[in-house]
């Protein structure tokens, strides 16, 4: 994908030339669809989980998913929708609401001034099994041209920046259920760079029988068949974790640039962000998650006792769990940081599950509450960690720190802080 020349700006006098803050959101998930719908979602503990009615799954193990009801048709133009796979869609009707959202109007901004970076897990799977069929049944000449691209991992970014004309940097992340932090963390890199503004996140959508097939081989599905039951993260009774659709795109923005332009109403800051790997089975290093944590700590220049919430992947696999757990104790202590983990709320889309964290977090600072963990049950006692359930709790301090992990040993940690100049 081109990369730009990225326009530098110039820095308003008391701003931060690295500050990078979130000045557009929206969310897009199965217990609701925009962002105000899905908080409040959460806060009253309305969940989205429920019977796949996209195709029938009754053949499969797996019949739960979380699906968003909406068709993104809706809100665009019937020429895009021949193109374009359902997770791309959702992205660009997403994308049009986070534009909104910062009140950056890209025919106002410098020509190179607003980049793409999005991440994307599983690429346009129903688009490609529709293609698929029309080979096998008709052959090759009933084989729609736009799937040379609609299947992309990177067709989001390419069709939002088409759609918006965004002309600064782009790229995609690929790193599993990390890739939404990870867009963001590449999307600050390019801050740093000189670029004013990025549109990122990520956002998934592999609800067909082939993606559904593909899920199933990794063998991390539950195969309960009541929603209460289906994703039961850190849960003595956790048995795997639901397949989702949805995400979240947000604008980050550089904090004199912002400030510059004048009217911004920031969700909060991203302060900190690290990546790295799992080490080599049995090799005694430090676990990923846990150095990805202190990273993000550390380039966020807080303590852990800054931090009023840890969003958690919440991978709902007893041998995940117990690692996420035991990393959280590490950094934190015993009991020592409340911790939530919404995956029990709006299933697992991939990539699109961590951007969902992160949004949740930046909802979390900005209000000062956490959102419950769907009932779980009890907790194995090995794991130590202060779950919150049952109703939102009030958060301390003005930071939280997201983990997540992606299949293959990709581990991600991102601190978001209140941002106190213009609160929200």
């Known amino acids: 994908m081109t990369v730009h020349a990225p326009m530098s700006v110039s820095t308003a006098p008391g701003t931060r030339r690295d500050t990078a803050l979130v000045t557009g959101l929206d969310v897009r998930a199965a217990n609701g669809n925009g962002t105000e719908e899905f908080w409040q979602g959460l806060l009253e503990g309305r969940g989205g989980i429920g019977p796949i009615t996209r195709f029938d799954a009754s053949g499969y193990p797996s019949t739960l998913a979380g699906e968003i009801a909406h068709d993104p048709g809706e809100d665009l133009p019937g020429r895009l929708l021949p193109q374009t796979d359902r997770v791309t869609q959702l992205a660009l009707v997403s994308a049009a609401e986070v534009l909104r959202d910062s009140g950056l109007d890209p025919a106002e901004a410098p020509e190179y001034g607003i980049g793409v970076v999005t991440a994307n897990a599983a690429g346009g ?47 995609v992340l690929v790193t599993g259920q990390s890739g939404g932090l990870d867009a963001v963390g590449h999307a600050r890199r390019m801050l740093r760079k000189g670029t004013p503004a990025v549109l990122t996140g990520a956002m998934e959508s592999a609800l067909c029988p082939w993606g559904h097939v593909a899920e199933l ?109 035991a990393a959280i104790t590490e950094v934190f202590g015993p009991d020592a940081v409340p911790v939530t983990a919404i995956t029990s709320r709006t299933g697992r889309p991939g990539a699109g599950a961590s951007a969902l964290d992160l949004a949740a977090a930046l909802l979390a600072v900005r209000d000062g509450l956490i959102p419950p963990t769907a009932d779980v049950g009890r907790l194995p006692a090995a794991y130590r960690i202060d779950l919150v359930t049952g109703r939102p709790r009030p958060m301390a301090g003005g930071a939280a720190l997201v983990l997540a992990r992606g299949h293959g040993g990709f581990n991600s940690a991102v601190v978001v802080r209140r941002c106190e100049r213009t609160p929200r």
Not at 138 to 148: D, E
């Open 125 to 171: 799977f129903e688009f490609g099994q529709r293609e698929l069929e029309n080979l096998w049944a008709k052959g090759p000449l009933y084989v729609s041209a736009y799937q040379s691209f609609a299947w992309f991992y990177a067709v989001n970014t390419g069709q939002i920046s088409i759609r918006h004309g965004l002309r600064g940097p782009s790229g």
């Open 217 to 325: 081989t990794g063998g991390r599905l539950s195969t309960a068949d009541s929603a209460e039951d289906a994703c039961l993260p850190f849960g003595e009774r956790a048995a795997g974790h639901v397949v989702a659709e949805g995400g979240a795109l947000l604008m980050l923005e550089d904090g004199a640039a912002a400030h510059a332009r004048g009217g911004v109403r920031p969700y909060g800051e991203v302060a900190g962000y690290a990546a790295c790997f799992d080490p080599p089975p049995g090799s005694g290093r430090t676990a990923g998650p846990a150095r990805a944590a202190r990273a993000a700590l550390a380039d966020a220049g807080i303590e852990p006792a800054d931090i009023g919430a840890v969003f958690a992947e919440g991978a709902a696999v007893p041998e995940l769990d117990a690692q996420e757990a």
